[in-house]
């Protein structure tokens, strides 16, 4: 079945600007929590416990999430996910009123939050699909990174000036404030559901985890999705532990300060609205993975460059980060515009969540390795490692026609792809979507056109 183009984007609109409003409540809190977990136990093991507790239900959750998620109703699905953040938040802000705040409550909260976050961002994802017209898709990524990007500028500054002159709770209390911005909208606006099975066909609808492995087959039947799943779970092994050892390089190699590395924070984030903004008024080249791919190549030289830039030569490490807080933006924002137009609406949610758990699997793994091979082999080998391996992958692509290719899917799903036919197996559509494709490589120069 094919689902209706949207005719005005004035609803996502709305809701996209409380869920921007929220966004930096949200930081403001992340912010806050660390620092009190800094200031209060001066212990990297509490830090180190603090991030493992957020990524854990991303990782392990978010799969079964979006399974649930493409069965039930997106709006009411954001809806719970905003009020339970809100009201953890305004829990922690009570104990921390009554002074009976504990660590252990902090990692509770983190925690919660992160598992409401496991189910309202691929309802977010999958709404967008139903409320934006696909040739729209590239545009309103690139506002996500946009949003993103400003958000890591403005929250850590703005959160540290908060925290001077008011106590934690009133910081806790922004973000409930701000919540109450992507809450209301929820109330008023419909958000369109994709089309199901007919209704004498639900009593007959599989099970959960029926589905889950639907969408696991799904993925796992659709050979560019996959080897762009693999290609994002080693870059993020490599890349995330250098971002972990950023103020080691900074102090040890270019031995510079606090303000050095806010320096380079900084500019990753402007890097990082400047590709946002690029992106939504641009739009890429007219095949998205091409914007992708070449975003990724030269995204991996400005990791590298951080890497080779000598002890004395922290300006080109400045520049480097721009250009890696750029092209990040650009090539992230490209993969998600492909993804909203290739994956059918009705199985949206647990394909975004099975895509993002597995890319992030690695990365525990990465950072467990990172210390004893950074000691070996200085910090500087993680850029230099993740940034050519970054190149790398994004130049093999191009000579990949499963990659390259990933976009036909759409141009040759069927108005009657079956997804939502209860008892279907969507690995079979999807392989056959995969083999109608063409098999020769394409032309750089027709690719750009």
């Given amino acids: 079945m094919t689902q209706a183009q949207p005719q005005s984007m004035k609803p996502f609109f709305l809701i996209w600007s409380g869920q921007a409003v929220s966004l930096f409540g949200s930081a403001l809190v992340q912010f806050a929590l660390i620092w009190w977990l800094t200031d209060t136990t001066g212990s990297a093991t509490v830090l180190a ?24 109703n997106r709006r009411q699905v954001m809806l719970i996910a905003d009020s339970v953040i809100a009201l953890a938040t305004l829990v922690l802000a009570g104990l921390f009123v ?21 189910f309202h961002w691929p309802a977010m994802q999958a709404s967008t699909t139903l409320m934006v017209p696909q040739r729209h898709y590239s545009r309103i990524a690139g506002m996500n990174q946009t949003l993103f990007g400003l958000s890591n500028i403005v929250s850590p500054p703005l959160g540290a000036l908060l925290l001077a002159i008011l106590p ?27 089309e199901t099975a007919p209704a004498g066909a639900v009593a007959s609808r599989p099970s959960v985890m029926s589905e889950f492995r639907e969408g696991l087959r799904f993925v796992w039947s659709w050979p560019g999705l996959l080897m762009i799943l ?25 031995g ?66 721009f250009v890696f807080g750029l092209l990040n933006t650009i090539a992230n ?33 990465g950072l467990v390795i990172a210390g004893p091979v950074a000691d070996a082999a200085g910090v500087q080998f993680w850029f230099v490692i993740g940034g050519v391996a970054m190149s790398a992958f994004g130049i093999i692509a191009f000579f990949v026609p499963a990659i390259m290719h990933i976009e036909d899917k759409d141009q040759h799903r069927s108005t009657d792809h079956g997804l939502d036919q209860p008892g279907l197996d969507g690995s079979k559509l999807a392989q056959q979507d995969v083999q109608m494709g063409a098999l020769e490589v394409i032309a750089a120069a027709e690719a750009l056109d």
């Fill in 49 to 72: 416990g603090a991030t493992i507790v957020g990524m854990l239900p991303q990782i392990f959750l978010s799969p079964i999430a979006g399974t649930f998620v493409d069965r039930w």
């Fill in 98 to 118: 009554l002074d009976m705040i504990e660590i252990w409550q902090v990692y509770l909260l983190m925690f919660v939050r992160s598992t409401a976050g496991a």
């Fill in 168 to 194: 934690i709770q009133g910081v806790l209390a922004i973000d409930v404030v701000t919540a109450l911005f992507a809450i209301g909208p929820l109330f008023f606006i419909a958000i369109p559901q994709p």
């Fill in 230 to 254: 693999v290609m994002a779970t080693v870059i993020n092994m490599l890349v995330n532990p250098a971002m972990s050892l950023l103020p080691l390089l900074v102090t040890e190699h270019f």
């Fill in 256 to 321: 510079g300060g606090a303000s050095q590395l806010a320096g380079l924070q900084s500019i990753f984030g402007i890097g990082m609205v400047l590709g946002g903004v690029a992106l939504s008024i641009w739009g890429g080249f007219k095949r998205r993975i091409v914007t992708a791919m070449l975003g990724i190549i030269l995204e991996g030289a400005g990791v590298a460059a951080v890497g080779f830039a000598p002890a004395d030569g922290f300006a080109l490490a400045v520049g480097a980060f």
């Fill in 333 to 365: 924002g490209s993969l998600q515009a492909v993804l909203l137009a290739a994956v059918p609406p009705e199985i949206q949610g647990r394909v975004f969540t099975l895509v993002s758990s597995g890319a992030a699997a690695a990365a525990p793994l």
